[in-house]
């Protein structure tokens, strides 16, 4: 099979402009802030808060991660969802085990306007122990960080003052599709956020993150809380975003690859994900159709070059693309080179179906996450 010849420009067009979005992306990376070994002088209190429904895959070990942070100050509420699986067992033996660190509480009533994330951090943000701490930190329920991440993203604060700190974490893949697809997603994030300009006064550029958002209780109380978003989709970009309008300092930094999760589980979990994920906003609903074509066009470049005449300018495109995932893995992860990022064109298609898949559920008027239809 072959296709018309491709001029020569409209292939340089295309790799020129993979070779910019390359050095955007390692320029960004730089400019991402490591967190050094240390411990606060101070000792504010910090309550986690935790959004639990059918978790039981990861949970356990997530909450043992937790539970066995050296920071003393540390409080931990865990918002079970309505969870039908393990998760309530995981729960109660842990509560048990550890009554003076972790309290869990259960709902099963979702009110109408919220999703169910957002409902279950602010719930947890109106407890005792979340209303008397200086700081909530949100993070799901799959992740899992060393005991000293908390003492030293504290201390980092108090050398760099902010309101909002969010840490970039690894993630894990095990099976083939998240090893080849996951990759892909981190280089959107980065693409998305100028990590320089997260903590600048006025830019646009702001960082909230679900595996780690620590924020100080006076800024989170000052833009309600996810109260005054309750049916954000990406809730934590959703909050760093209402926190940096409202004048305070968002900050942004490296948590992996000692602070880490596994995302999904196959390709059946990844791509059910993308159906609350996908689009989060009802602006980009009529531009489906060109988000479709310029995932396919970005993703399947390189094989329609070579089956249009340049299979060098092609080659060229995957090996850059190729090296540039290995070395932000690297970065984030600490992982050695993975055969399957070489598949990254796999991702594309993947993705026009997660987007089509999603297109269907909001002409329904729903998101759709864990079994649950939430009406828009």
Not at 84 to 105: G, Y
Not at 153 to 177: K, N, R, Y
Request: glycine letters at 8%; hydrophobic letters at 50%.
């Amino acid at each position: 099979m072959s296709l018309p010849v491709c001029p020569w420009p409209v292939a340089g067009l295309y790799a020129a402009a993979w070779a910019l979005g390359a050095g955007v992306a390692l320029a960004r990376l730089r400019h991402l802030p490591e967190l050094p070994e240390g411990r606060p002088r101070g000792l504010d209190r910090v309550t986690l808060c935790v959004p639990a429904r059918d978790e039981g895959k990861d949970l356990a070990k997530a909450l043992d991660s937790w539970l066995a942070q050296d920071y003393p100050a540390l409080a931990i509420l865990v918002v079970d969802d309505g969870s039908t699986d393990a998760t309530p067992a995981i729960l109660a033996a842990r509560a048990a085990a550890h009554p003076e660190r972790l309290r869990v509480l259960r709902n099963d009533h979702l009110p109408p306007g919220w999703l169910g994330k957002n409902h279950a951090l602010d719930l947890a943000s109106r407890q005792p122990e979340a209303l008397a701490a200086q700081w909530l930190l949100f993070a799901d329920a799959d992740v899992q960080a060393p005991p000293d991440l908390l003492s030293r993203s504290l201390a980092w604060l108090e050398a760099h003052p902010a309101d909002l700190l969010a840490l970039i974490p690894a993630v894990d893949t095990e099976s083939f599709i998240e090893r080849a697809f996951l990759p892909w997603v981190t280089l959107g994030l980065i693409w998305a956020i100028d990590f320089r300009r997260v903590p600048e006064p006025g830019a646009w550029a702001h960082c909230g993150v679900g595996a780690f958002t620590l924020v100080r209780r006076a800024a989170y109380d000052a833009v309600q809380g996810h109260a005054g978003e309750p049916m954000a989709v990406i809730d934590d970009m959703g909050l760093a975003q209402r926190v940096k309008a409202a004048g305070f300092v968002n900050r942004v930094a490296q948590g992996g690859p000692a602070l880490h999760l596994r995302m999904y589980h196959g390709l059946g979990e990844l791509v059910r994900s993308m159906r609350k994920n996908a689009l989060p906003f009802a602006v980009l609903v009529p531009l489906v159709p060109l988000s479709v074509l310029a995932v396919l066009a970005a993703s399947l470049g390189p094989a329609l070059l070579a089956l249009a005449g340049r299979p060098w300018a092609g080659l060229a495109v995957w090996a850059l693309v190729t090296a540039l995932v290995a070395l932000v893995q690297r970065r984030l992860t600490g992982r050695r080179c993975d055969g399957a990022w070489a598949f990254w064109p796999l991702s594309g298609p993947l993705m026009a179906w997660g987007i089509l898949w999603t297109l269907g559920d909001r002409l329904r008027g729903v998101n759709h996450w864990r079994g649950r239809d939430v009406r828009l």
